[in-house]
């Protein structure tokens, strides 16, 4: 028979031993609260429009004629005209140029960091763009950031994408004019076939729970609970027998009325009130700091299942504890162990690391990792409100996961629990 008042006595002094833990309170309050903080000032906030360093050679001597209806100069007039407006109404400038007499002084430029891109215009530039013939331009785009280097690329293609489309436009509006009355339309719409083959639209759409500070601080609220999870638990799964072993207590505990079951399921209460102190201090923050969070169970009851979620992530994290304590002989070595685990974890199974943002392998990894699956279930139903067709899927799995995890980690426990007698 189980000591339902010996478990609550054990979760009870165990709760009490944490808050007068600092380390602890760092680990299970203080730390995701830095974490948030820093989403927010880093992630939340709208990144600034991009500007580019563009430096201009015109090796173009045509571009000098007076009698051309455009010419290379136009072009970069156009360019230094370009502008973003921002969230807050101001108007950045995209592209800032500097004209250099050279290609090498340009290229040695760009090589030596001061440029994001060279802009070189041949000869007979402006010559061939006037007369309606093939007009090319050269680009230099700066490597070794790739992120910038597909930022510069995707601009100064769209940029020119735009003055090519703008130019075939003209022209054909001008031949328009000088054709005889008699001539079919289908000849204009021939022209613009011959322009633009292929006039595919472009739209980006952004999921509603993600526009603004208020969805991604959602996304990244339900993300710390998660982190939070995955390392606290672990620790705290992983220290259960040890750390009552250093303390001098395990014999002392289990010479009271007290069974080996009792003391797993009151560490593991103790456990669990550690991980909903965290998890309510993770959701509060994120709510002061503007998170969007839906949680409505009348109107979704995709939310009631939010707290099975959590609950079912929690164990799965204190059983895979356990098991990391099969390896570790002290509290030191045990919190060290669980560390060395859970750290790389966080990053590698898409619960604080997009997904999306992992290679093929490891995204595999994190779609099928069941901690993973709990949190982004969580995150579907209160961050894109989703329904039960999101919930349900998954829920058999992970209560199997959960009973099969947590099961090896009582098996481990009692390992240990006799090893360290």
């Not at 001597?61 to 010419?71: E, K, Q, V, Y």
């Not at 760009?110 to 041949?122: E, I, R, T, Y």
């Not at 002290?330 to 966080?346: D, F, Q, R």
């Not at 139903?381 to 009973?403: K, Q």
């Amino acid at each position: 028979m189980m000591g339902f008042r010996a478990i609550l006595a054990i979760a009870g002094r165990d709760m009490k031993s944490t808050v007068r833990d600092k380390m602890a309170l760092f680990w299970l309050i203080l730390f995701p609260l830095l974490m948030l903080t820093f989403s927010y000032f880093l992630w939340a906030n709208p990144m600034p429009p991009v500007t580019l360093d563009v430096g201009v050679v015109y090796e173009d001597s045509t571009a000098d004629w007076g009698n051309l209806t455009f010419t290379a100069r136009n072009v970069t007039e156009i360019m230094a005209k370009v502008v973003v407006e921002t969230e807050e109404g101001k108007n950045v400038t995209v592209f800032c140029l500097a004209e250099y007499s050279s290609r090498e002084e340009a290229l040695d430029a760009l090589k030596g960091d001061k440029l994001d891109a060279v802009l070189v215009f041949p000869e007979g530039f402006s010559k061939n763009i006037s007369y309606g013939l093939p007009a090319r331009v050269e680009l230099y785009i700066r490597g070794g950031d790739t992120y910038r280097e597909q930022v510069t690329r995707a601009v100064l293609t769209e940029f020119f994408d735009k003055l090519s489309d703008e130019v075939a436009k003209r022209r054909i509006e001008i031949i328009a004019e000088h054709l005889p009355p008699e001539a079919p339309p289908e000849v204009v719409d021939f022209m613009r076939g011959l322009a633009w083959p292929v006039n595919a639209s472009v739209s980006v759409v952004t999921p509603k729970a993600l526009l603004g500070k208020a969805g991604l601080m959602g996304w990244f609220t339900i993300a710390m609970i998660g982190t939070e999870f995955l390392i606290a638990g672990m620790i705290a799964g992983a220290v259960m027998v040890v750390e009552e072993k250093d303390k001098k207590t395990l014999r002392r505990l289990l010479a009271a009325p007290i069974g080996p079951w009792d003391l797993l399921i009151g560490k593991t209460l103790s456990g669990l009130a550690s991980l909903a102190l965290s998890a309510a201090a993770c959701l509060a923050f994120g709510l002061a700091l503007g998170a969007r969070i839906n949680w409505d169970p009348l109107a979704n009851p995709a939310h009631a299942l939010v707290p099975v979620l959590l609950l079912l992530g929690a164990l799965m994290s204190l059983g895979m504890g356990l098991l990391i304590s099969m390896l570790a002989k002290s509290t030191k070595g045990a919190e060290g162990l669980a560390t060395a685990v859970s750290w790389p974890l966080m990053f590698l199974t898409g619960i604080w690391y997009p997904k999306w943002l992992l290679p093929g392998p490891l995204r595999l990894l994190a779609d099928y990792f069941p901690l993973t699956m709990a949190i982004d279930a969580v995150r579907s139903a209160v961050v894109f409100n989703a329904g039960l067709e999101v919930v349900l899927p998954v829920l058999p799995w992970l209560v199997l996961a959960t009973v099969v995890i947590y099961g090896l980690g009582a098996l481990a426990y009692k390992y240990v629990l006799k090893r360290s007698l």
